[in-house]
């Protein structure tokens, strides 16, 4: 199969906007399961409010949330896929930039130190792009996370020690969800990575947090450990928005690794209660949008 860079383009543009405007089924579905087990009355209306802020938004085809995030595109090419590496890049630069130039949302992208804003959502180095391959025959496929700072400012890397084993990396993650409180605007999907190099920890981190709610750790020890944290981190009372009740995680994500004898690196990445994200797959007989 070969790929038109011009589809890829008009698809990096669509899939910003899609993700910026509606909220996967997987994520409202964890709020419903939250409200009907939340015990304080509080964090009932509180849940409440923000599923009926998703509904109007959506509605009335407005921004999930003003914060339109750092723009991360993964791309999964399959077997059988003829295309231009580079070509595909710049394709997805450009769409990426295109969405905010024709969309007109905010750009919420600058330098680092001079702070300038081009209006483009686009910078240097960015939009991320992580490129992975699948088995699948004829089929790319792009994938659009808008990851916001209010999440992405809770980020943590901690270089173990070996010796504290599990105990230390369940310690740190229910530090750092303590240490977060209301700042991320739980309730929170929280990532974990566990192993590899201290930047490989960070990437899992931020893979595990991007999944969707109702998927697992390929890993059975990484499994283990998602649903023991996600037990805890919601025994802490943070609750939604950090104003108390059961409420402070959809889920514990976890990624694991494998790593140096003498380290365990554990990594935290937050993400918000608006999860946004889009898909869209190539095949053959066209393109399908999903999340």
Not at 54 to 59: N, P, S
Not at 65 to 78: E, L, M, S, W
Not at 258 to 264: E, G, R, S
């Amino acid at each position: 199969m070969r790929v038109d860079l011009q589809q890829v383009e008009e698809a990096a543009k669509e899939l910003y906007i899609r993700a910026l405007k509606l909220l996967p089924p997987d994520i409202k579905q964890g709020f419903d399961r939250l409200a009907a087990g939340e015990t304080d009355a509080g964090a009932k209306r509180m849940l409440g409010t923000m599923i009926r802020n998703i509904k109007v938004a959506e509605d009335t085809q407005n921004l999930l949330c003003q914060d339109t995030g750092i723009p991360i595109y993964n791309v999964r090419i399959g077997r059988g896929v003829e295309l231009d590496g580079y070509g595909l890049q710049e394709a997805i630069r450009r769409g990426c930039a295109r969405s905010t130039r024709e969309y007109s949302f905010r750009s919420s992208i600058v330098h680092p130190t001079t702070r300038r804003n081009e209006q483009t959502s686009t910078g240097r180095g960015v939009p991320i792009i992580h490129i992975d391959f699948s088995d699948e025959e004829n089929t790319l496929e792009l994938e659009m996370i808008p990851k916001g700072s209010g999440s992405e400012n809770n980020s943590w890397l901690k270089m173990a020690i070996p010796a504290e084993g599990v105990d230390a990396i369940k310690t740190f993650v229910v530090d750092c969800v303590l240490e977060a409180g209301g700042k991320t605007c739980p309730p929170t999907i929280v990532g974990v990575g566990v192993g590899g190099t201290s930047d490989l920890c960070v990437h899992l981190a931020k893979q595990a947090a991007t999944r969707a709610l109702g998927t697992h750790c390929a890993d059975p020890e990484g499994a283990k450990l998602e649903a023991a944290l996600t037990g805890a981190v919601n025994m802490l009372g943070v609750g939604p928005q950090g104003l108390g009740g059961d409420s402070t995680s959809f889920a514990v994500h976890v990624e694991t690794a494998a790593t140096h004898i003498t380290m365990n690196p554990v990594a935290v990445n937050m993400q918000c209660h608006s999860a946004r994200r889009a898909r869209a797959i190539f095949r053959p007989e066209g393109i399908e949008y999903g999340f």
